[in-house]
């Protein structure tokens, strides 16, 4: 029995084509040193262990318990609060994928006494405090339905102070 033989014109692709996803994967290296004395990573920060159940429940009104959610965005994670008690209101707090700055989004307020850079975003039905604390970029967010039935009216001046008050204590953990 006689066996036919391809041609091998295509058989490097699979070997070229792994490393060039390990490449990818590994980033570039840069001719300033020998790799094996690079400083070791950080390890990934539990994003629900940034802020206790009731920091997060003084925002919400009533204690609350905090669920990890793994986003499709590449380095972004973040914990999401709810409370039966509270519906229509929601926080979340996020591990950024990028650096906070000033740049980081046009028509923020630059918040004075919260990490090294802490800009605010007034939302129509919430708020969004962006904060930068080292190599440590979060963002924590509140949002309400403001058809939900019990959600009282809250000033965006009362919101902003209780994402000032949960990002203090973050940083202070950092």
């Known amino acids: 029995m006689t066996r036919s033989r391809r041609p091998a014109r295509f058989s490097f692709l699979p070997g ?7 490449f990818a994967q590994s980033g570039c290296a840069t ?8 400083a070791p990573t950080k390890p990934a920060l539990d994003v629900c262990a940034l802020a206790t159940e009731e920091e997060v429940g003084a925002v919400l009104g009533k204690p609350t318990k ?3 959610d793994d986003s499709a965005l590449p380095g972004l994670t973040q914990c999401t609060y709810v409370n039966a008690a509270a519906k229509g209101r929601i926080v979340f707090i996020a591990l950024l994928p990028f650096e906070v700055s000033q740049h980081t989004k046009p028509g ?13 975003d007034e939302a129509s039905i919430g708020g969004h405090l962006y904060v930068r604390k080292g190599s440590v970029n979060f963002a924590v967010n509140y949002a309400f339905d403001p058809l939900a039935p019990g959600i009282p ?8 102070d209780h994402l000032e008050t949960l990002a203090r204590a973050i940083v202070s953990r950092l």
């Open 16 to 22: 070229v084509l792994g490393l060039v996803i390990l």
């Open 66 to 68: 905090g669920r990890r």
């Open 153 to 160: 009216d809250q000033h965006s001046s009362q919101i902003r």
């Open 31 to 38: 001719s300033s040193g020998d790799s094996a004395h690079a």
């Open 108 to 120: 923020t307020l630059p918040v004075a006494g919260v990490g090294d850079v802490a800009l605010y």
